[in-house]
């Protein structure tokens, strides 16, 4: 691209100095010349001036009188009528420039001049011009080299820029050359490195979140049929069984939920649900995992709450919270629900150190984690608490209290008192 640019340049460069230095040499040629023959004619015009004014006068009209009237390069012959023609300076040789002129008394005069001067004029004309347009033939290739260089590296750039785009670089330049065109080019795929930075984040983001909600379920299934392996007893195994298939229903869900998430995170299905049945089913779940590990879990609080949101995505939120408590907590966890305002709570604490205080401005963050785990199971549960309207809050570091809010319905006739069980 640079040599084209250059030979590109260079051509139009010729071209002008081609139609506009041959009418200028042409132009100039005829102005020397007509100039010539203008001072030829000018000094035989002055001479038979001077002539004319001795004659007049009396005076003598000899070469000794007029040779200073004549200039150097030049020759001059005089007619006077009845005297002998007088003549000064050298006749010139060859072609020559040749001015007439005749007095009052009838005196002529003739002027030449050689041609060469005005050959050697043409020749300084002509030198003159090829040096500028010779200088100008530089300048344009100097113009022309420094031209295709601002315009081939921004492109040899935006070459390497789209090349990084396409082996997964995402990360946009920000880098302008000053060329408007260029510019809009870089602009283009600055935006495009956004929008692929954009979407692989997401990608990753749902590969993380994925493997992270699917864990809950498939641990909880695995202990069912686990469990069912470990039984002969008929009723025990259709019992087992009859909580594994829920367990293959929410893991459904949980299926169903990531991939609508991830065409279009507005779109919820929230519903009036039974506040119960999921808090029920967790406990469920979670009991053998705490019997494993020798800790229980236990539930109080009021009973019969109707709550607005996605049962899936509570059970989800639920399932973080108990399971944090498991991995970083201690003693036995506790899940409360009440009521506050128009507000359905559901709070789950243990009798373990708490949050770290360096942690707990930063526990919802992704990665933050106290131990060596995900870090992003909370930052997933409040993200899901969200999307349904609700809100997922650390009430108190130590012990750990965290609180899910969900909006609640009206107060019917099933909700009861305070239990403990």
Do not use: C
Request: hydrophobic letters at 40%.
């Amino acid at each position: 691209m640079r040599r084209r640019l250059i030979n590109s340049t260079l051509a139009v460069v010729l071209v002008v100095i081609a139609v506009f230095g041959v009418s200028l040499v042409i132009v100039e040629t005829r102005t020397i010349s007509s100039s010539a023959q203008e001072n030829v004619n000018s000094e035989a015009l002055r001479l038979v001036s001077v002539i004319d004014s001795r004659m007049l006068a009396n005076e003598t009209v000899g070469p000794s009188a007029l040779s200073e009237q004549v200039g150097p390069q030049r020759y001059a012959r005089v007619d006077i009528p009845g005297r002998d023609a007088i003549e000064l300076g050298t006749r010139p040789d060859g072609s020559v420039i040749r001015g007439t002129a005749i007095g009052e008394r009838g005196e002529s005069v003739l002027v030449e001049e050689s041609r060469s001067t005005v050959t050697r004029e043409v020749g300084r004309t002509l030198l003159i011009i090829g040096a500028v347009a010779l200088l100008a033939i530089v300048s344009a290739v100097l113009l022309a080299v420094r031209q295709a260089n601002k315009l081939a590296s921004p492109l040899t750039d935006l070459a390497e820029t789209a090349e990084r785009l396409g082996s997964g670089d995402p990360r946009p330049r920000h880098k302008r050359y000053g060329v408007h065109e260029l510019d809009r080019v870089a602009d283009v795929l600055d935006s495009s490195a956004e929008r692929i930075g954009r979407m692989l984040t997401a990608e990753r983001r749902l590969a993380a979140d994925a493997s992270h909600q699917l864990r809950t379920p498939l641990t909880a299934l695995s202990m069912r049929l686990e469990e069912i392996a470990l039984t002969d007893d008929l009723d025990t195994v259709k019992e087992e069984a009859t909580i594994a298939l829920t367990q293959v229903e929410r893991l459904t869900d949980v299926v169903e939920r990531l991939l609508t998430n991830s065409r279009d995170p507005r779109i919820g299905s929230a519903v009036v649900f039974d506040l119960d049945e999921v808090v029920k089913q967790q406990l469920e779940e979670w009991r053998p995992a705490y019997r494993s590990a020798g800790r229980a879990i236990v539930r109080s609080g009021k009973q019969g709450l109707r709550a607005v949101g996605t049962p899936g995505a509570v059970a989800q939120v639920l399932a973080a919270l108990i399971e944090n408590s498991l991995m970083h907590g201690g003693g036995t966890v506790a899940v409360r629900t009440r009521v506050t305002g128009n507000q359905t709570v559901v709070e789950v604490t243990d009798e373990g150190p708490g949050v770290p205080p360096d942690l707990g401005a930063r526990i919802f963050e992704r990665t933050i984690s106290g131990r060596n785990s995900t870090g992003i199971g909370l930052a997933v549960a409040r993200d899901l608490a969200e999307a349904d309207g609700g809100r997922l809050e650390m009430l108190q570091q130590q012990p750990a209290v965290f609180a899910l809010f969900l909006s609640r319905v009206a107060r019917g006739p099933r909700e009861q008192e305070p239990t403990i069980r």
